[in-house]
């Protein structure tokens, strides 16, 4: 060893961004195999006269969303709660954990991923298989947008649609879906207490309801951003047990 002291030269972030001879990485993907979950209420068999297949929102968890739905009698309501593929820790490592369906990074990704976990749910289980039971799809909030975009892409059987606290998806062209959308009734609920949601917003709805041809308007209700049990047992009363 010749007994130099090599000196460290110090590179700055800035040094890093403006030099073209250093490379900072590119990225690339590959596919995987991720383990998805979901919830159910209930058993499909010949006694099931409704399928609920409910999506939560942003910052939930299925085992927790489902319990939204157990009033319903088991033996003739059955109800699937995917659960989002993406957890986190809400508000720091020690709260509990929630899911999502997906953020704005790398989002086509995303879009795919639970496009390909809900269809091979579908399959699975064969909800729609059973011809003498009303399926009935719902979207809370996230989970809306996340239930079009299913929806566009498949084209699903469907005998009600229900979309609850949610934006619909402002880049796809629903225009390109008005004989699937207008094909079966559909219900649009806000709470007006709802801090998500204003006037501008809900001519935004209102007018991708009339891009999709959905038969539906916005249907305020006294209440919060949430599921209410009372506006969805009154929509049971008007639509399902008549």
Not at 12 to 17: N, P, Q, V
Request: charge should be neutral; proline fraction near 3%; charged fraction near 25%.
């Amino acid at each position: 060893m010749s007994g130099r002291i090599r000196r460290r030269t110090r590179i700055s972030w800035a040094d890093l961004k403006s030099s073209k001879s250093v490379q900072l990485g590119s990225h690339k993907k590959i596919r995987t195999e991720k383990t998805g979950h979901y919830f159910t209420h209930g058993s499909l068999s010949e006694k099931t006269r409704f399928v609920w297949v409910c999506l939560h929102g942003y910052g939930q968890l299925g085992k927790y969303f489902i319990q939204r739905f157990e009033f319903l009698n088991p033996e003739e309501h059955f109800v699937i709660v995917p659960e989002g593929l993406n957890r986190f820790y809400f508000e720091g490592v020690n709260e509990r954990p929630v899911a999502s369906w997906m953020t704005r990074e790398d989002r086509l990704d995303e879009i795919a991923d639970y496009v390909g976990f809900l269809e091979l749910l579908r399959k699975k289980i064969g909800w729609d298989k059973n011809y003498d039971a009303e399926v009935i799809y719902l979207g809370f909030s996230q989970g809306v947008s996340t239930l079009i975009r299913w929806m566009t892409n498949i084209h699903q059987p469907c005998d009600h649609l229900l979309l609850w606290a949610g934006m619909l998806p402002d880049d796809i062209l629903l225009e390109h879906h008005r004989i699937y959308f207008g094909s079966f009734p559909t219900n649009y609920f806000i709470g007006k207490s709802d801090p998500y949601f204003n006037e501008k917003r809900a001519e935004d709805i209102s007018l991708l309801i009339k891009q999709a041809g959905m038969k539906t308007q916005l249907q305020w209700f006294d209440g919060e951003h949430k599921v209410d049990e009372s506006i969805l047992i009154q929509w049971m009363t008007d639509h399902l047990l008549r």
